[in-house]
């Protein structure tokens, strides 16, 4: 798929985050907007999926270890079909399949419930130990939070995979440098990331824009050719990426746009959808 194609659906996938946080009232769009472009990437070029079989037992499985960011995955999942785009709007309601945090039994498209930070890439590297263990040939793809990776687990997941020689396994940080309290670097700082899971092992791929297509791309190719190792991805992302007043502010990390704040962030983003349709 050609990048404008994927940076139109990522803008279209920011606007699903944007409505189903303020239909719903809450939620975290912060980091969901920082991750579009790998959420649109992994769903619409990287990975190996049928929408029409979610199940399917050769498909490549992914994991949102930073469950919060739940609004960005639905949105790309609807968008690519997994479930209509209008179910967004019952984002965290009674009896939705939609709730705060990714749930395996009742969202399509979901290979793993998550929102304890730190467990997600366990149960990823599970489930790329299983492929190995079985001869199987589908990828684990699983994305962390750079507060998130403060979690002590995500190092016994990585030493782990490390040292099994996980191949198939790619461990993608959104480093958009906000968490809930402020900087990760004054909270508890991960820096430098790409050396720290080198330590356990893996090939490390920084990226200095993951919110650029033509990166991702380069880096997500460069992690299917090596072998021998995992892959960690340690994407530079901008915090509420699409949406102005919302860029690199920790106080949008778990905040919902009242109805003023979200008639300026659609306008914004109609607006650059419209940009788009005119190169």
Avoid at 43 to 49: A, K, L, T, V
């Amino acid at each position: 798929m050609e990048n404008l194609e994927l940076q139109k659906i990522a803008n279209e996938v920011r606007k699903g985050i944007i409505m189903s946080v303020h239909a719903a009232k809450a939620g975290h769009p912060g980091g969901s907007l920082s991750a579009a472009e790998v959420f649109t990437y992994l769903y619409f070029e990287e990975m190996n999926i049928e929408p029409k079989e979610p199940e399917r037992a050769d498909r490549d499985r992914f994991v949102l270890s930073k469950g919060h960011t739940a609004p960005g995955m639905y949105a790309a999942l609807a968008h690519r079909g997994y479930f209509p785009v209008e179910d967004l709007l019952t984002l965290r309601q009674i009896g939705s399949p939609l709730q705060g945090h990714p749930c395996i039994q009742h969202t399509p498209g979901v290979d793993m419930s998550t929102g304890s930070l730190g467990q997600g890439v366990s149960a990823a590297v599970g489930m790329a130990l299983s492929a190995k263990l079985s001869g199987d040939d589908y990828r684990v793809y699983t994305l962390l939070g750079d507060g998130e990776i403060q979690e002590g687990q995500v190092w016994e997941a990585a030493m782990f995979a490390g040292h099994r020689k996980l191949d198939n396994l790619v461990v993608i940080v959104d480093n958009n440098g906000l968490q809930i309290d402020g900087k990760v670097e004054e909270v508890c700082s991960p820096y430098p990331i790409g050396e720290k899971f080198k330590a356990f092992n893996f090939h490390a791929i920084d990226v200095e824009d993951g919110n650029d297509f033509d990166s991702l791309r380069k880096a997500f190719q460069e992690a299917r050719e090596t072998k021998g190792m995992p892959t960690a991805i340690i994407l530079k992302t901008v915090k509420g990426r699409g949406v102005s007043y919302m860029e690199n502010i920790a106080g949008w990390h778990g905040k919902a746009p009242n109805d003023e704040e979200y008639k300026i962030a659609m306008e914004e983003l109609e607006k650059a959808g419209e940009a788009l349709c005119q190169k």
